[in-house]
């Protein structure tokens, strides 16, 4: 069984920098064919990605926010961590960590969720 | 950047079909995915690569696509199929792509 959780911060302030971790189970990201991604969905708004990492340490990003956005992992403690600089009032949102697999060079859905963590930016 | 379109919204009575649409340049050449978020949770994939329902997704739950417009149909409509429903696809040139979302309400 495939779980996922966020962590981090409630609470930040403009101009800060967000750290948030993806601690998942039932899958490792040395096996092939394996990533994991942030998307955040501001309230009452869609769902917008963030950023993915896969087991062959390819990174995507958002263009809109890849100046500001990284995706990084640690695969002994099955974590993945975004980082968000220089945030705004318009970045709160509940941000979700999410798995998804990739057979040959097709990117498939993003199967699984995490609960997501809503964070406030707030001075 | 590849823009996928859904209707704001759409209502439906109960145990009828629903038909939610998401429109695409050239979607017929993507892979489409469907994920139906309730208020307060975190989204749950319902249709895979345009027409595979996971383990656990009702049967109710069904997806076709056709020329540029992929569509969810949802039949036999239940007061707990009321959410938010999104399309999905990946693209060679923006990667992972969202549809703007419709709202499913049961009347």
């Known amino acids: 069984q495939i779980t996922l959780k966020e962590s981090g911060p409630t609470l930040v302030k403009p101009t800060q920098t967000l750290t948030l971790t993806c601690t998942f189970s039932?899958?490792?990201?040395?096996?092939?064919?394996?990533?994991v991604g942030w998307i955040r969905q501001p309230p009452g708004k869609a769902l917008e990605w963030l950023a993915f990492?896969?087991?062959?340490?390819?990174?995507r990003y958002n263009p809109s926010l890849k100046h500001r956005v990284t995706i990084t992992k640690d695969t002994s403690k099955n974590q993945v961590v975004l980082t968000m600089t220089n945030m705004d009032p318009v970045d709160t949102a509940t941000y979700y960590c999410?798995?998804?697999?990739?057979?040959?060079?097709?990117?498939?859905?993003?199967?699984?969720w995490g609960q997501g963590t809503l964070v406030t930016v707030s001075s | 950047s590849y823009v996928l379109t859904q209707p704001p919204s759409v209502s439906v009575a109960p145990g009828q079909t629903a038909k939610l649409t998401c429109g695409g340049n050239n979607i017929g050449s993507k892979n489409v995915h469907w994920y139906q978020q309730k208020p307060g949770q975190a989204p749950v994939l319902v249709v895979s690569a345009d027409r595979d329902r996971p383990s656990g997704i009702p049967e109710r739950f069904s997806g076709s696509k056709s020329g540029n417009t992929a569509t969810l149909t949802i039949s036999r409509v239940e007061a707990g199929d009321e959410a938010d429903y999104y399309c999905q696809v990946w693209d060679d040139i923006s990667d992972l792509v969202f549809g703007t979302g419709t709202k499913v309400t049961v009347l």
């Open positions: 999410a798995h998804q697999t990739v057979v040959l060079i097709t990117f498939g859905p993003l199967e699984s």
């Open positions: 039932g899958f490792s990201l040395r096996n092939g064919g394996v990533g």
């Open positions: 990492i896969y087991w062959d340490d390819d990174e």
